[in-house]
C-alpha cells in the first residue's frame, strides 16, 4: 500500500526492534483507520524476515540480563506499568475508540481489565522459587527450581488489543522472559506500540519487548518457526491457530493457544426471566459482539421461552448504535467489512433454514444494528459459528438435559453461562458443559486475573492468568545434589 500523506498520529510509525524505535525493513506500508470514520490514525512500514531475525536475537541477548535480575525489581517495574495505564487511561480509552471501534465504557473496561493483569504479574518474581525435596539415595538432596522459559512469540488479536497483549506481555516479562510481539496490523497502536512505550517508560531494558507489524503473505511462519522463541502465545482464531499448533509442533515449542468459541447462555424454567434477558444482552451486544467469549447461542426453555424472548427485544430495542466516542452509544463498527459480509450471509442464510427474524438490524458501512433471530435450531449457520458481530441467536429447548446435550455437541468450549433460580441446580448444570470457563447466573463474558482463562476442544490449549500463567511462560528444572559420597556397585 503506498504512504499517505494526512496522518493524526505520526509519533506511532515506528516499531520497537532490539532497543531502537525505527521504521521495518518491507516495502510495504500499514494505513491503520478509524473503522467508523476512516480517519487515517497511522502510516507504518512493515516489518520483514530481517527484522523478525533481529528482534529474536536481540530479545535473546536481553532476556539473558533480565533473568538475573531481582524479584523485587521486577515486582517494582510492574507496578510501576501499572501506574502508568492508570494515568494514561484517557490517551489508551481514546486510542482503543478511534482505532478498534469500542465504545468509551468498554474501552474502560478494557483498562481495568488491563491494570487488574498487570497487577497480578506483579506477584509471579516471587513465585519463581525453588523447593527441596527428599530422596531414595542416602545422602541426597532434590531440588526443583521454575526458571524464565527464555524468548516468548506472542501474535495477538484486534478485538481486545490492548489487553490481550498485555496479558502476555505483563506475565512473560514478570517471569523473567524476554518477548518479540506481532501485533494486529488493524490495531497495531494499542496492540503494540503503546504498551511497548509504557513498559519502556517505566524503565523496562531495551530489547525485552520487540513489535512487529508485518503481513503474513510476506513474512510467513517466521514469527513461529524461528529457532529463538520457546514459546508461541496466540490468540485468534481456531483455524489459525491449528496452524500455529503444526509449525510449532514440528519445531517441538511449547504453544498457549487462546482460540475460538461458539459459547452457550443456558436459561433454565426456574430462571430469572428479567435477570437472564439483561445479562443475555450484554453477553450479546457488549462490543458489537466482537469477543471470543460472546454469547452465541442463548438457549432458553420453552416454558418461559416466549416471555423472555419479547423482553429481550424490548432490551435490544434500547440499545444505541453509532459512533462510540459518543457517550451512551454501546454499538460501535464493525473491524472491516469482510466481517460483515461474512455475518450477513449467516443470518440470511439461518432465515432461509428457518429461523424467524424478530428484530431486523440494518447494515450502514461497518455499522451494524442488532438482529435478533427466534426459533433457532442448532443446525443453523447461526449456531454452528462463531459470529463475531451483533446477532442474537435465540434457541428453545426443552430442559437441562437437551440443553447439555446441545452444548456439548459443538467442537468448541471456551466460556459459558447456566441462569437457574437453584444455585445447586445452576452448578450441577454448569458442571456437565464441555468448557474451559462457566458462569452460574451471570453471563458469558468474565475475565479475573487471578482466575485461569482459556478453553477446551477447539478453543484452544493452556490457560493465562492466575497461578496457571506461571505453567505457560517458566519451565522447571530437577537439580539433585549428592551431599555424601555415593557408593556405587562398581568399583
Known amino acids: 500500500m503506498a504512504k499517505v500523506s494526512t496522518v493524526k498520529y505520526p509519533q506511532w510509525s515506528k516499531l520497537p526492534i532490539g532497543g531502537v524505535w525505527k521504521e521495518g525493513s518491507s516495502t510495504q506500508y500499514e494505513t491503520v483507520k478509524n473503522p467508523y470514520n476512516e480517519e487515517v490514525l497511522a502510516e507504518i512500514k512493515l516489518a520483514n524476515k530481517s527484522d523478525i531475525d533481529e528482534a529474536y536475537n536481540k530479545a535473546k541477548e ?105 496479558r502476555v506481555v505483563a506475565p512473560a516479562i514478570a517471569t523473567g522472559n524476554s518477548i518479540v510481539l506481532k501485533a494486529d496490523s488493524q490495531t497495531p497502536i494499542t496492540g503494540g506500540l503503546m504498551i511497548a512505550k509504557i513498559f519502556e517508560d517505566a524503565g523496562l531494558p531495551q530489547g525485552l519487548i520487540n513489535v512487529i507489524v508485518a503481513d503474513v503473505s510476506e513474512i510467513g511462519d517466521s514469527m513461529v518457526d524461528h529457532p529463538i522463541p520457546r514459546v508461541i502465545s496466540f490468540t485468534g482464531s481456531t483455524a489459525a491457530g491449528k496452524r500455529i499448533g503444526a509449525v510449532a509442533g514440528q519445531n517441538l515449542k511449547k504453544v498457549a493457544l487462546e482460540l475460538g468459541g461458539n459459547n452457550v447462555m443456558i436459561v433454565l424454567d426456574d430462571a430469572d426471566v428479567d435477570q437472564a434477558v439483561s445479562a443475555a444482552a450484554f453477553g450479546k451486544f457488549f462490543h458489537q459482539g466482537q469477543i471470543c467469549l460472546s454469547a452465541n447461542r442463548i438457549m432458553v426453555d420453552r416454558k418461559i421461552y416466549p416471555a423472555f424472548v419479547e423482553k429481550f427485544k424490548e432490551v435490544t430495542s434500547t440499545i444505541k448504535v453509532g459512533n462510540p466516542a459518543e ?60 459470529l463475531f458481530g451483533p446477532v442474537a441467536a435465540i434457541m428453545p429447548i426443552d430442559g437441562e438435559e437437551e440443553a447439555i446435550r446441545i452444548a456439548n455437541a459443538s467442537n468448541f468450549g471456551l466460556s459459558g453461562s447456566v441462569f437457574s433460580g437453584s444455585l445447586e441446580r445452576g452448578i450441577k448444570v454448569a458442571h456437565e458443559i464441555e468448557t474451559g470457563m462457566i458462569h452460574v447466573n451471570d453471563q458469558t463474558v468474565n475475565v479475573e486475573p487471578n482466575m485461569p482463562f482459556g478453553g477446551e476442544k477447539l478453543s484452544g490449549i493452556g490457560r493465562y492468568c492466575g497461578e496457571e500463567a506461571l505453567e505457560e511462560f517458566t519451565t522447571v528444572k530437577w537439580m539433585s545434589v549428592q551431599n555424601d559420597p555415593r557408593q556405587y556397585p562398581f568399583s
Open 327 to 386: 457517550d451512551g452509544n454501546i454499538i460501535g463498527p464493525l473491524i472491516n467489512e469482510k466481517q460483515v459480509d461474512r455475518i450477513v450471509k449467516f443470518v440470511e442464510q439461518s432465515v432461509s433454514e428457518g429461523a424467524t427474524v424478530e428484530i431486523e438490524g440494518k447494515v450502514e458501512g461497518k455499522l451494524m444494528s442488532p438482529f435478533v433471530l427466534s426459533n433457532v435450531t442448532n443446525d443453523m449457520a447461526v449456531a454452528q459459528n462463531e
Open 62 to 166: 536481553a532476556q539473558a540480563k533480565w533473568a538475573k535480575v531481582s524479584a523485587y525489581e521486577k515486582a517494582s517495574l510492574l507496578e510501576k506499568v501499572a501506574e502508568l495505564i492508570e494515568e494514561r487511561r484517557q490517551e489508551i480509552v481514546t486510542m482503543l475508540v478511534e482505532e478498534s471501534g469500542s465504545s468509551i465504557v468498554k474501552a474502560n473496561v478494557e483498562v481495568d481489565a488491563s491494570i487488574g493483569d498487570t497487577k497480578e504479574a506483579a506477584k509471579y518474581p516471587f513465585k519463581m522459587e525453588g523447593t527441596i525435596h527428599s530422596s531414595l539415595i542416602p545422602g541426597k538432596e532434590n531440588r526443583v527450581y521454575r526458571n524464565p522459559i527464555g524468548v516468548i512469540g506472542a501474535i495477538t488479536p484486534w478485538n481486545w488489543p490492548f489487553y490481550l497483549t498485555i
